[in-house]
């Protein structure tokens, strides 16, 4: 049974540029989290979707940060511009439900912004 | 205030050894999860084991359980036989329960890692 896919793996890019981030859940996970880790604030919570539907987007640091889920096997972060500080590893996690069930990882997007 | 504390951030043991990583947490529901991952150096999170607030066994995994001392709100991670695999980055993770027009439900919040070493 397949994990959580991400893609890239890894994204070099400079400063300005668009970055889109990829995500595919575990078939049958109804929530979708997006995390980053950076070595200053550890690993933080971004945004979070049901069924397709963002429920909080408290942790998305600013206008330039975007998600989407247009269905229940594909979600997107996009960075637009760009910043060097955005420079961290992105997580996006999936689960079953949220009140018992565990977040499954994928192996996380690599992201440096020159 | 730090809702998740690890306090150690840095662990060594011995191959074959058991070892202890320490994770205290702060919270006012009641209703709450307790969660391990640990993350090698390749980078991906691993899920460890789980514990509910209202699990009264300490949940165990193999080699790994879960020492749950609710009163003093603290969620140790025991790993015994340790293994040079285990060197690792391990997290503490809460989630926590639901709170009336609150939207932090399902949120996990992590802990600041330890880093464990297995010596041969």
């Known amino acids: ?114 | 205030a730090q809702k998740i504390t690890q306090t150690q951030p840095g662990m060594f043991v011995q191959e074959k050894e058991a070892v202890t990583l320490d994770c205290t947490y702060d919270t006012s529901d009641q209703s709450y999860g307790l969660f391990w991952y640990k993350q090698p150096s390749s980078g991906e999170m691993i899920f460890l084991i789980y514990q509910g607030s209202y699990d009264e066994q300490n949940a165990t995994e193999g080699r790994y359980s879960l020492n749950f001392q609710k009163a003093r709100k603290s969620a140790n991670l025991v790993i015994s036989a340790s293994q040079l695999g285990d060197s690792a980055m391990y997290f503490c993770a809460m989630r926590e329960g639901l709170r009336a027009g609150g939207t932090s439900y399902g949120k996990l919040t992590f802990g600041q890692g330890t880093i464990l070493t297995v010596h041969p």
Not at chain 1, 7 to 29: A, N, Y
Not at chain 1, 37 to 63: H, K
Not at chain 1, 84 to 93: E, I, L
Not at chain 1, 95 to 111: C, D, I, K, N, W
Request: glycine share 6%; aromatic share 10%.
């Open chain 1, 1 to 114: 049974d397949a994990g959580v896919i991400q893609s890239p793996r890894h994204e070099v890019t400079e400063m300005g540029q668009e970055v889109t981030l990829r995500c595919k859940p575990i078939s049958g996970h109804d929530y979708l989290f997006w995390y980053r880790q950076t070595m200053m604030r550890g690993l933080e919570l971004l945004i979070y979707f049901n069924n397709n539907v963002p429920i909080d987007d408290s942790g998305m640091p600013e206008d330039r940060f975007s998600a989407k889920m247009p269905n229940a096997s594909f979600s997107t972060l996009k960075i637009q511009p760009s910043e060097p500080r955005d420079s961290a590893v992105y997580f996006c996690a999936s689960s079953a439900a949220l009140a018992v069930e565990t977040q499954y990882f994928g192996p996380g997007t690599r992201l440096l912004v020159l």
